[in-house]
């Protein structure tokens, strides 16, 4: 079955650490790839995109490029800020007939001043 | 661009109670909306699929006749919790589908329900 598995949190670092958040999928297709993020109270905001194998998704300091080979998606940021803290989801959306949105469970950021 | 406007951003209300929320695509046409729920700490979880002018067609293990979706115009589509336990708290997110995103989605931002 299509699938999306995130590292648990919560991942907690101190203000311009490197960020990675490992994402891994299955998935039956070719599906694209999301990063969505969450801030407290609110709705998910799309963070980036990649659509086919070896696109890089980029977007306010976060990179994650599409690696089909190991079916990855991993999320990075150079230097974290402190509003950078929230929940991140990774996602694969496939057209089965159907567009259908898998999401995996989430990873909690804490930055610290 | 491509805005989904949901209200109420939170309700309480009483056991035994519907509640209404509407969820608005403000510059574009949502021929699809999509309804999820979230528990503390946890993903989203595909609550139905609306499509304007059709019946919605929801995922295993969710009462169709417990959550109502109208999706009656390009614009809005609605879902009422009839008859609200303590159990349906939740947060309730809807989206829709941008095309111009590669299959992405934009979300609403959300309604906290507090059942009482």
């Known amino acids: 079955g299509n699938s999306v598995t995130q590292m648990e949190g919560p991942v907690t670092l101190s203000e311009e650490a490197f960020l990675t958040i490992n994402c891994t999928y299955t998935a039956t297709g070719y599906p694209s790839l999301f990063w969505y993020v969450q801030y407290p109270g609110e709705g998910l905001q799309l963070l980036l995109k990649?659509?086919?194998?070896?696109d890089k998704g980029s977007n306010k300091g976060f990179e994650a490029t599409y690696r089909k080979e190991t079916t990855s998606f991993h999320l990075e940021k150079g230097s974290v800020q402190v509003s950078d803290s929230a929940v991140y989801f990774c996602a694969l959306t496939l057209n089965t007939g159907g567009f259908k949105t898998i999401f995996g469970a989430g990873t909690r950021l804490f930055v610290k001043a | 661009g491509a805005v989904v406007s949901q209200h109420p951003s939170r309700v309480i209300c009483k056991s035994g109670t519907s509640v209404k929320i509407e969820c608005r695509s403000l510059?574009?046409?949502?021929?699809?909306m999509f309804w999820y729920r979230q528990f503390p700490k946890q993903s989203l979880m595909l609550m139905a699929t609306s499509n304007e002018g059709s019946k919605a067609t929801y995922e295993q293990g969710v009462e169709k006749d417990k959550f109502l979706i109208n999706h009656a115009s390009l614009t809005l589509s609605t879902l009422t919790v009839t008859s609200a336990h303590p159990e349906d708290s939740s947060f309730y997110i809807c989206s829709a589908r941008v095309r111009d995103t590669n299959y992405g989605y934009t979300f609403g931002s959300g309604t906290r329900l507090t059942v009482v």
């Open positions: 510059d574009f046409q949502a021929t699809t």
């Open positions: 990649a659509t086919k194998a070896d």
